[in-house]
């Protein structure tokens, strides 16, 4: 175990991790990490036992995706904030403090709504942690240890996605101590107290003394806007569309010119807003948060709908289910390494039609009432996932090259939370439309193949024009990520 120190950017001394030091530290922040990534995609291989058990509606389990991706974007926007100003060590560990917690309610939940509430609390507290760990790595590693840690989140970044939907289906079909679904969460529970209990004795502590006042009205009033846009839309079906959810959905749009008031009145002041809305005049910014909503919009809503066609229509297992969906992960594990590797425009858009296409094939393969074969399923999600790895990895370091590079941090943090947001939008507007064409099938007198099968074709041409239309945006980016911006 060896340790040196240098001084920080800001003054102060941190401590720089070598050797079994740095191997500890590592392994904890990446084991808490490879748990958020998890816990993100596990529950749709579970959803249907978890809807079975706890009698669970339609907007309850959009809730239960949308509710952890939209928490643990707005505690992205400020969680690297707070732990620069008290200490990424400290923020870190009570990050994953409050998961294990929350992971243990989600156990417990008797109801769905006890889940889903469980499931935002996980979410902050995953936005909390999960900044730190890059804080962690920056601060405290030896730069040659720097760059291979880096290398290994990325690697995990690709287990995770392999290993949730696999995982999920494996600890749903075990039944572990007769837990069912609780398992997926239960799981977590062991595995975090291990590493607070290391993280506490081996991870150095760090900040950045004097650091900017955070914005907690901006980020209150993101918060605010979000949920005002996403609620009437996951429950309007269960209210009956009354005119007053289309108002509050209305109430979205002055929320959102408040932010942004607020954010250019604080910049006016001096202070460190969490959006600039100069950016916004960036074409390259301006361009990167469309194709985020865009694309994560497509995304985020898709392993769900196809957990529920698979295992509610043609009747496959949590564990077959998560068997279909392997190849995805595989295919982005795949390309992942060119994206990130060559990082050019010309692959983004490659990648965003390659999705439309799988999808395509992938409609031509559901349609007509057939059970498809696994072979027929797994095909176009292999091409889907060759196409997730030409683009996801390198998107945000393609647009902040064309971001002034004092404004590219704020920047890097705006894009990420503006694809959760897309992510859960996703889940909330194309999950409408899934759940509307299935009751509208059942009521004619569709099967459960036949009723499944109309739904997930229903949505999939929405998210062909989704990428299409994320394609067509992505010429505003700049065309490498070393490019400067003009």
């Not at 392994?27 to 990534?37: N, P």
């Not at 594990?333 to 999808?359: K, M």
């Not at 902040?400 to 941090?409: E, F, I, S, T, Y």
């Amino acid at each position: 175990m060896t340790t040196s120190t240098r001084p920080h950017d800001s003054g102060a001394t941190t401590s720089l991790l070598s050797g079994r030091a740095a191997f500890v530290v590592l392994t904890v922040i990446l084991i808490a990490a490879f748990m958020e990534l998890l816990d993100a995609t596990i529950v749709s291989v579970a959803a249907p036992a978890i809807a079975e058990d706890l009698g669970s509606g339609e907007a309850a389990l959009q809730w239960m995706l949308a509710g952890y991706t939209l928490s643990a974007g707005a505690g992205l926007i400020t969680g690297g904030r707070v732990g620069d100003q008290f200490g990424r060590r400290r923020v870190f560990l009570l990050g994953l403090a409050a998961f294990t917690l929350a992971s243990a309610g989600c156990g417990l939940a008797p109801n769905s709504g006890v889940l889903v509430g469980m499931r935002v609390a996980q979410g902050l507290a995953a936005g909390l942690m999960i900044p730190q760990v890059f804080g962690i790595i920056r601060a405290s590693f030896e730069p040659g240890a720097r760059a291979k840690a880096l290398g290994a989140y990325g690697a995990v970044l690709g287990l995770a996605s392999v290993a949730g939907p696999l995982f999920g289906g494996i600890l749903v079909e075990a039944d572990l101590f007769g837990l069912g679904w609780r398992a997926i969460f239960w799981v977590n529970v062991p595995i975090a107290i291990v590493g607070l209990i290391v993280g506490a004795r081996f991870i150095p502590e760090s900040r950045v003394p004097g650091g900017a006042r955070l914005d907690l009205p901006g980020a209150a009033l993101a918060a605010a806007a979000a949920v005002l846009l996403l609620l009437p839309l996951m429950q309007g079906r269960d209210w009956g569309w009354p005119w007053w959810g289309f108002l509050i959905l209305a109430l979205s749009v002055p929320a959102v010119a408040l932010f942004l008031l607020r954010e250019r009145r604080l910049v006016a002041r001096g202070g460190q807003p969490i959006l600039d809305p100069a950016l916004l005049r960036v074409r390259a910014f301006a361009g990167g948060l469309s194709v985020s909503l865009l694309f994560f919009g497509a995304l985020g809503s898709f392993f769900l709908l196809l957990s529920l066609y698979l295992q509610l229509g043609t009747g496959r297992t949590a564990l077959e289910t998560g068997l279909v969906i392997l190849p995805y992960a595989i295919g982005s594990i795949i390309t992942s390494g060119i994206g990130v590797r060559f990082a050019q425009r010309a692959l983004l858009v490659s990648g965003a039609l390659v999705l439309a296409a799988s999808q395509i094939i992938l409609l031509l393969v559901v349609r007509g009432g057939a059970d498809p074969s696994y072979w027929a399923l797994a095909t176009p999600l292999f091409v889907g996932g060759l196409g997730l790895g030409l683009t996801a990895p390198s998107l945000i370091n393609i647009v902040l090259a064309g971001v002034p590079a004092k404004d590219a941090g704020a920047a890097g943090g705006v894009l990420t939370t503006v694809g959760q947001i897309g992510n859960a939008l996703g889940v909330a507007v194309l999950g409408v439309v899934f759940f509307a064409r299935l009751e509208g099938s059942l009521t004619d007198g569709g099967t459960g193949l036949i009723a499944y099968g109309d739904a997930f074709t229903t949505i999939l041409p929405w998210q062909v024009a989704c990428y299409l239309a994320a394609a067509a945006l992505m010429f505003l980016l700049p065309r490498r990520a070393n490019a400067s911006h003009g």
